[in-house]
């Protein structure tokens, strides 16, 4: 006889093929006495399995909405199907469920067998994600490697070619894997340089973990530093403005890879942006159409004067 917890999940499976079972179909194909099966229905409403029954002779046992989220049992093809969603989900940055989607694909990738696995890898290999024409790409099993040395808190080896093409090697503390919508950035503690750094993923051409323990002093808010370091270091000129509209808003005209935000109240935010000079700058605020405060610098705000006088000019 099979022991408890194997004829739980063949219950399980059994009540997911059909509409309904009755205790003594069950007891059938279980191979168990009917108060058996009774009993075991109680055990997996306890572990929160939404099975519900109907009274009668035609009644039975059918699967319902559960109170929580228990484990799922699937077969090969669905658990296949599950992760290629959830990679597509991933590298999509549908509905912002990037990070989520990846999580959960981590999950699921650690618990695949190994020839589900393997079909896995082979659409990882034969896929390819369109990107712009400026961008590189990320194999999504460098990425996953990525995932797990964040989750696990593994101290990883990168090889690592920054904007000017030089190649070298970092030892790091790796902690968040940030999607911004175009690119994904991992946030980790630099061991060598001893601060928090930001690197982009599709620059890494290679991550070793080495077996070691991170040790986090601090760390900082992901969105918040990958959002910095995006949209401020790479520019010579900063602005700080006063948009007068809540920060959900403000951030759907101002993406995070464009400024860095913080709300003024419920109705306002501030941003600070970063551009190549004044007047690109000011131009890039007359676009977003909104009332706003150029709080500084003050050659900003003369640009952004100048080219509202020339606009009105132009229209009179």
């Known amino acids: 006889m099979v022991n408890t917890s194997a004829r739980l999940l063949r219950l399980l499976s059994l009540l997911s093929t ?20 009774r009993r075991d229905i109680a055990r997996l409403r306890e572990l929160g399995y939404g099975i519900e029954s109907e009274m009668g002779p035609w009644g039975g046992y059918h699967l319902g909405p559960g109170t929580s989220i228990p484990p799922l049992i699937l077969d090969e093809e669905e658990a296949l199907a599950v992760a290629v969603g959830l990679r597509t ?10 990070q ?6 981590l999950k699921l990738r650690q618990v695949l067998p190994a020839r589900i696995a393997d079909r896995l890898g082979e659409l990882d290999a034969a896929f390819t994600h369109t ?18 040395a964040c989750r ?3 101290s990883t080896r990168l090889t690592y070619r920054d904007r000017a093409g030089t190649t070298s090697t970092r030892r ?13 950035y991992l946030l980790a503690y630099d061991l060598t340089r001893q601060d928090w750094r930001t690197f982009r993923t599709d620059r890494i051409i290679d991550a070793t973990a080495t077996g070691q323990a991170t040790a ?13 370091g995006v949209a401020l270091r790479p520019y010579p000129v900063r602005v700080t403005i006063r948009l007068a509209v809540p920060a959900d808003e403000a951030r759907r005209l101002v993406p995070l890879t464009v400024g860095v935000h913080q709300p003024d109240g419920d109705d306002a935010t501030i941003i600070d942006i970063g551009g190549p000079d004044a007047d690109g700058l000011a131009r890039y605020l007359l676009s977003l159409g909104r009332p706003l405060q150029i709080l500084h610098p003050e050659e900003v705000r003369q640009a952004f004067l100048a080219r509202t006088r020339q606009l009105l000019e132009d229209n009179q």
């Open 100 to 105: 989520a989607a990846l999580s959960a694909l």
């Open 131 to 148: 990107a712009r024409p400026e961008d590189s790409q990320i194999s999504p099993a460098l990425l996953l490697d990525l995932a797990t």
């Open 172 to 184: 790091v503390d790796p902690y968040r894997l940030i999607y911004t919508g175009r690119r994904w």
């Open 216 to 228: 986090l002093p601090d760390p900082p808010d992901p969105a918040q530093m990958v959002s910095t």
């Open 18 to 37: 059909r509409r309904s079972w009755t205790c003594a179909d069950l007891s059938v194909q279980l191979e168990v006495a009917e108060r058996t099966v």
């Open 89 to 98: 989900a991933a590298f999509s940055g549908v509905s912002g469920s990037d």
């Open 152 to 154: 696990r808190g593994e």
